[in-house]
């Protein structure tokens, strides 16, 4: 008994699945800076971090291979209903991981999108890309929680604080279809480096959409530098030819790349300062950012130029390893095209609890 006791051991130590996930409840009021715009009060879910469950899983195929996979779906705390438009929306996708780094395929955020498995960019962020639109999202495209369907990737392992990822998505936005024009191709990499206080992250995002002549590029770069009793982040982007993106909802859009047909994109430079301060169990976070879009003529009369500035202040507090108390506050302003819109031209407090399981 004692043997066949461990030869059971080692085969359950071959093969691990594990669920998990985040419930984050808050209570939140917004409130529009236009004349005469209603504010909004109300439980909200999913601020500092978006409401999910998922499993992920591994299984030992010896030589040191290993099968892994991760599905992962969103929901809404406050009404129950599912995140993303599907089951497994924020990411699905299976692979082998070997001393090579990983190979996956499915559905996945991408490297510069600060969220998913492979996010190599989010950590330049004092909200990693959370915290509503406190996020660096509101004015970076890709860092918006960009996904990506009928992906491949390559993420390498950790060469002596260096990581690469290069990967390629076959349709963004849907399954693919017939004709070298109908579908929306992305090609997404991303770097990154860690070394005592220093992290940095170089991104680059390229979508041929779909009947669109011009290519849609997007070119991200962060960096943190901790001080210990600071950390100080930094961003920049640019980005060529956008349709949709971060002035395509309040906290960026996840669907960047999902324009198709003769719509004008916008050429566009945005950059992000910012700091955390730990304070023992508690840590102030704090940044600005400003989104520039140029001015584009969309009609012989009619012109679209996207401006946005976004100032924030938040705290968090661990109540354990797994439970935080969070507030927030965050000040959006929406030049010229978006001036008075009640999505970018806006103020927005929060004060939540999180939990991860």
Known sequence: LAVLSAFAGVASAQSSVTMYGIIDMNLQRNDPKAANQPSTTGVNSGHQSGSRWGIRGSEDLGGGLSAVFTLEGGYSGDTGQQGQGALFGRQVWAGLRGGFGTVALGRFATFSSGTGSFDMFGATDPFLTGFGISSLGSTFSSAGALRLNNGALWQSPNWGGFRLGAGYSFNAAAAEAAGSNANNKVIFTGANYTGGPLFVAVTYDSVDVANVAQDQ?????????????VKLHAGYAKEDNVVGGALASPAGSPSAFAATGSQVGEDATAFMVGVTVPLGSAALLASYQKRDGDRVQLTPTTFDERDRRVW??????????????????????????????????TKQITLGVRHQF
């Open 217 to 229: 590029k997007h070119i991200q770069v962060g960096a943190t530098f901790d001080l210990k009793f």
């Open 312 to 345: 924030s202040v938040g705290a968090t507090y661990s109540l354990s390893r797994r439970t935080n108390l969070y507030t927030s506050y965050a000040d959006s302003d929406g030049s010229n095209t978006i001036n008075n819109n009640n999505s970018f031209d």
